[in-house]
């Protein structure tokens, strides 16, 4: 069974950080580009960055120099490390392949209050 199980989000204040983790399984992770995505309240869900199969990283406009994403793939787990969090990076992230094969988990919220 092909399933994403995210976790790590939470209540943090501005400025803060948090690490989410998303676990893989049903499918050859190492083989596949992986991908964070979020979605706000009444906006459509849109990429934040994404890893490769071999590693190179691409993090999406308002994220650069504040998130990272990377990769363990002994542990089928992806993540993404966000700092200097702002109250608009607040959202329920997901995680899937960069292509959205996969069905998508029940995300984890991130509330960042001013």
């Known amino acids: 069974q092909v399933q994403l199980v995210e976790s790590g989000g939470g209540l943090v204040q501005a400025g803060g950080s948090l690490r989410l983790s998303c676990e893989a399984s049903?499918?050859?992770?190492?083989?596949?580009?992986m991908a964070w995505y979020r979605q706000a309240p009444g906006n459509q869900r849109e990429l934040v960055a994404y890893?490769?199969?071999?590693?190179?990283?691409v993090h999406i406009g308002s994220v650069k120099g504040r998130f990272t994403i990377s990769r363990d793939n002994a542990k089928n787990t992806v993540y993404l490390q966000m700092n200097s969090l702002k109250p608009e990076d607040t959202a329920v992230y997901y995680c899937?392949?960069?292509?959205?094969?996969?069905?998508w988990g029940q995300g984890t919220q991130v509330t960042v209050s001013s």
């Open positions: 049903g499918i050859i992770f190492s083989i596949n580009n």
């Open positions: 899937n392949t960069l292509s959205r094969t996969v069905d």
């Open positions: 890893i490769t199969s071999g590693g190179t990283t």
